[in-house]
């Protein structure tokens, strides 16, 4: 009787999940909606909400990674059955959801040398304010 008054998964589940950043090499800076939270390895408590999460791990001399935190719907929260006020506690706790994916792990690619390619072609797309360069190696 205690989801009655309650919601049941952020009783049972809590409201927030411990996500592992981790990189090779190790010492990349992870962001999650713009803002700094580690450097790897590490692991962060990061809050459930029904919103996107997403997240940037960069790391000098090699190219930034772009990626969103997936979430799933809580199966715990299916305890409250016909209690409106607990489906509204998981709703505003966030905690209706959950993170379904706990580890990150990034093997990053050497960025390549800026003086092994020359561009070749730029694209300009005035109506949506984008420029594209395109590179060829140069031959050594």
């Given amino acids: ?3 009655a008054f309650s919601g049941c998964a952020t009783l049972f589940t ?3 999940d411990e996500i592992y ?3 090779k090499p190790e010492g990349a ?3 999650i909606n713009g803002l700094e939270i580690c450097t ?5 408590d990061i ?5 996107k999460k997403v997240g940037k791990i960069e790391l000098e001399g090699y190219k930034t990674r772009v990626f969103q935190l997936s979430t799933d719907f809580n199966l715990v929260s299916i305890l409250n059955l016909n209690n409106p006020v607990g489906w509204v506690v ?10 379904d994916q706990l580890v990150y792990y990034f093997d990053f690619t050497q960025a390549p040398d800026a003086t092994a390619y020359k561009p070749f072609r730029v694209d300009i797309d005035t109506d949506e304010k984008q420029l594209d360069l395109f590179y060829m ?3 050594r």
Wanted: overall charge positive.
């Fill in 1 to 3: 009787m205690v989801c």
């Fill in 14 to 16: 809590g409201y927030e």
């Fill in 21 to 23: 950043f981790i990189s």
């Fill in 29 to 31: 800076k992870v962001y």
């Fill in 40 to 44: 790897t390895p590490c692991s962060v």
């Fill in 47 to 51: 809050h459930r909400s029904l919103g």
């Fill in 90 to 99: 998981d709703l505003v706790s966030g905690s209706i959801v959950k993170h």
């Fill in 137 to 139: 190696p140069v031959s």
